[in-house]
Each structure stands twice: as structure tokens, then as C-alpha cells.
């Protein structure tokens, strides 16, 4: 684990307005940002050394700063995890300025994407589909209930590293799942899909940065999942 200056400090702890952190798993490298004061977005640049092609995760705010952390490098995709309006003000700055970009969202919500960035949505996904960063694969895995169409990223790569890594929008945090605004369907519906298609699929060991604030692990929070069933959020 590496910040940008090559020191063993990753963290996933980063604040808006504050410096990147950066992290190398094999030919992949991790850049998380925090944009917006208010909303304190999490965006993940991910780069394949081997190809120099990159992936945004959520293009939520501050464009310009996005836009130069990409340089002149290829941004292959931009993917938006789901449809609320803070994970992707900046969408359509950054396509505009990448538009050799393809934009992929959860086939759910790409409607709700469009009708709110006026950008067309060109890759609609759902569970087992794919998205390259370079020579490697993040696996689409839908998780419905903060959104009908939010979706996680899955890194399972033993040759970028023994441990999957998993990018999970605002459906998972540590502490507890997304919001599902006080609808106990969708509640049941999020906490059925996390614990189904995260807990019991991956390791303890499987590190997850979500969509607000730090990361963590399915370790560090499986004891915790009947907690979270039985209080409802």
C-alpha cells in the first residue's frame, strides 16, 4: 500500500479538498479522492500500468480536479454506480473532456442518469457483466435497494493481488448498508443482496471503498450484519 509520494501509508482516509491517496495492487493502481465539502464524495481513478488506460468510479464533483487527475492519459470508462445526483455532478465535464470515454451504469438507473446529465448513457450492466481497466476486469455485481440499479465493482485478481478489492458505491459503509429511506422493502431488499452476493460470496479479507467516508473489510463488519438486520438500516 502506497500514498503518491511511494510511502507505506494508504489509509483510504481522505477529506475534500485534501491530497489523493494512492495505493499499487500489482499492475493496478488505486487513486481515491474526496470532492465537495458538503456531500464529501468518494471518486476512484483506477490505472492500469501495464496499459496506461484508466476507469473513473463516480465522476461526483469537481471536474477540473478530476479532469487533471486523468492528464492525457486514455479514460476508457466512467462508471456511476447508481443515480443519485451527488455521485455524478461532474459526469458530463469529464466526458466532454474524454469523449472516448464509455459510460457505464446499472442498467436500472441509466435512465435516471441521462434524464439528470443530459449524457447518454452507452453501456447498461447488470450481474456478470464486465468492465476493463487495461488487462483486468471489475466484475459488475447489482445490489438493489439504495437505488433499483446500483451496482459494486468487484477486483478478484490474484495476480494483482491475493485479496479481492471491492468498489461498492452507497450500497455498503462500514457500519451498516446504504440508505433506504425509511422503505422497509427496500431495506430487506439491500440487506439481502449485500449479505447474499458480498458476505457470503467473498473473504474476510476483501477490501471495500464505498461511496462516503473510509473503508474497510467484510471481516471487519460480518459480525455486525444481524445487527444491522434487526435494527432495519
Same mark, same amino acid.
Given at each position: 500500500?502506497?500514498?503518491?509520494?511511494?510511502?507505506?501509508?494508504?489509509? =483510504?482516509?481522505?477529506?475534500?479538498? =485534501?491530497?489523493? !491517496?494512492?495505493?499499487?495492487?500489482?499492475?493496478?493502481?488505486?487513486?481515491?479522492?474526496?470532492?465537495?465539502?458538503?456531500?464529501?464524495?468518494?471518486?476512484?481513478?483506477?490505472?492500469?500500468?501495464?496499459?496506461?488506460?484508466?476507469?473513473?468510479?463516480?465522476?461526483?464533483?469537481?471536474?477540473?480536479?478530476?479532469?487533471?487527475?486523468?492528464?492525457?492519459?486514455?479514460?476508457?470508462?466512467?462508471?456511476?454506480? #447508481? !443515480?443519485?445526483?451527488?455521485? #455524478? $455532478?461532474?459526469?458530463?465535464?469529464?466526458?466532454?473532456? #474524454?469523449?472516448?470515454?464509455?459510460?457505464?451504469? =446499472?442498467?436500472?438507473?441509466?435512465?435516471?442518469?441521462?434524464? !439528470?446529465?443530459?449524457?447518454?448513457?452507452?453501456? $447498461?450492466?447488470?450481474?456478470?457483466? $464486465?468492465?476493463?481497466?487495461?488487462?483486468?476486469? %471489475?466484475?459488475?455485481?447489482?445490489?438493489?435497494?439504495?437505488?433499483?440499479?446500483?451496482?459494486?465493482?468487484?477486483?478478484?485478481?490474484?495476480?494483482?493481488?491475493?485479496?479481492?478489492?471491492?468498489?461498492? *458505491?452507497?450500497?455498503?459503509?462500514?457500519?451498516?448498508?446504504?440508505?433506504?429511506?425509511?422503505?422497509?422493502?427496500?431495506?430487506? !431488499? %439491500?440487506? *439481502?443482496?449485500?449479505?447474499?452476493? %458480498?458476505?457470503?460470496?467473498?473473504?474476510?479479507?476483501?477490501?471495500?471503498?464505498?461511496? #462516503?467516508?473510509?473503508?474497510?473489510? %467484510?471481516?471487519?463488519?460480518?459480525?455486525?450484519?444481524?445487527?444491522?438486520?434487526? $435494527?432495519?438500516?
Amino acid at each position: 500500500m502506497v500514498t503518491g509520494d511511494g510511502t507505506d501509508a494508504y489509509t =483510504g482516509d481522505v477529506t475534500p479538498g =485534501g491530497a489523493p !491517496q494512492q495505493r499499487r495492487l500489482g499492475c493496478l493502481t488505486v487513486t481515491k479522492v474526496a470532492v465537495d465539502p458538503e456531500m464529501s464524495n468518494n471518486c476512484y481513478l483506477l490505472h492500469c500500468t501495464e496499459t496506461d488506460e484508466l476507469v473513473l468510479v463516480d465522476a461526483a464533483a469537481e471536474a477540473e480536479r478530476l479532469i487533471e487527475l486523468v492528464g492525457d492519459r486514455s479514460l476508457t470508462s466512467v462508471v456511476t454506480t #447508481h !443515480q443519485h445526483w451527488d455521485h #455524478h $455532478r461532474a459526469l458530463a465535464e469529464v466526458v466532454a473532456a #474524454h469523449p472516448e470515454a464509455v459510460v457505464v451504469v =446499472g442498467a436500472p438507473d441509466a435512465d435516471a442518469v441521462t434524464e !439528470q446529465t443530459g449524457v447518454p448513457v452507452d453501456r $447498461r450492466v447488470g450481474d456478470g457483466d $464486465r468492465v476493463a481497466v487495461g488487462t483486468c476486469d %471489475l466484475h459488475v455485481i447489482a445490489i438493489a435497494g439504495h437505488t433499483p440499479g446500483s451496482i459494486a465493482l468487484l477486483l478478484d485478481d490474484p495476480e494483482v493481488d491475493s485479496s479481492p478489492h471491492l468498489f461498492t *458505491g452507497d450500497s455498503l459503509f462500514p457500519g451498516g448498508v446504504g440508505n433506504t429511506f425509511g422503505d422497509p422493502d427496500a431495506f430487506r !431488499q %439491500l440487506i *439481502g443482496d449485500v449479505s447474499a452476493k %458480498l458476505f457470503d460470496r467473498l473473504p474476510d479479507s476483501t477490501w471495500f471503498y464505498p461511496g #462516503h467516508g473510509g473503508d474497510s473489510t %467484510l471481516g471487519a463488519e460480518r459480525p455486525h450484519l444481524e445487527e444491522w438486520r434487526a $435494527r432495519g438500516w
